[in-house]
């Protein structure tokens, strides 16, 4: 069992909303990357969403408290003796593990992306047709003061008529 983001056997598992498990170290960092602009992070594994929210437990009513997990949660595997690995073996995996680590902050940070963009969609749509009915909102002005100003001066011509017949 290894983690796929460092490649080497977990070091203090944590898992996922969506089951993955990974290092608590590694997924953290992919975290840290992003934690500034969003609190949604997606699965390295398979791009699953979930929110680093810390919920403040004295929020929550103490019967629901038990069911309530935090996003990212401790694993324990069965009593495995992790053996130490060669240390050729070894600085090879800590090259792997750099790797992993770095592809895992640049997808989290390309999905943020993602999403980012798709909202700047939405809000450019949104804007836009914003900007078209405000412009619609100014013809219709337009028009009707144009409507106002006839109905005045046929007001002004009705009420001439109306003193010469009195
Ligand atoms: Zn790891
Ligand atoms: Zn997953």
């Not at 919920?55 to 992790?82: A, E, N």
């Not at 800590?94 to 980012?116: F, H, K, P, Q």
């Not at 914003?130 to 009420?159: H, I, N, T, W």
Request: glycine content about 4%; some cysteine.
């Amino acid at each position: 069992m290894s983690c796929s983001i460092c490649y080497e056997r977990f070091t203090s598992p944590v898992s996922l909303p969506c089951g993955h498990v990974f290092c608590r170290e590694c997924i953290q960092r992919t975290v840290d990357t992003i934690k500034c602009c969003s609190v949604q992070h997606f699965c390295p594994t398979c791009r699953a969403a979930y929110n680093v929210v810390t919920i403040d437990s004295s929020l929550i009513p103490p019967y629901l408290r038990p069911h309530v997990l935090p996003p990212i949660r401790p694993v324990f595997f069965g009593s495995g003796s992790p053996s130490s690995p060669a240390s050729a073996e070894s600085s090879h995996q800590n090259t792997a593990a750099s790797i992993g680590r770095v592809t895992a902050e640049a997808d989290a940070l390309r999905t943020s992306c993602i999403t980012w963009r798709q909202r700047a969609e939405v809000h450019a749509a949104a804007n836009a047709a914003l900007l078209g009915f405000a412009r619609k909102a100014k013809e219709a002005a337009l028009r009707m003061r144009s409507e106002r100003d006839a109905a005045r001066s046929e007001c002004l011509v009705l009420k001439r008529k109306l003193s010469e017949i009195m």
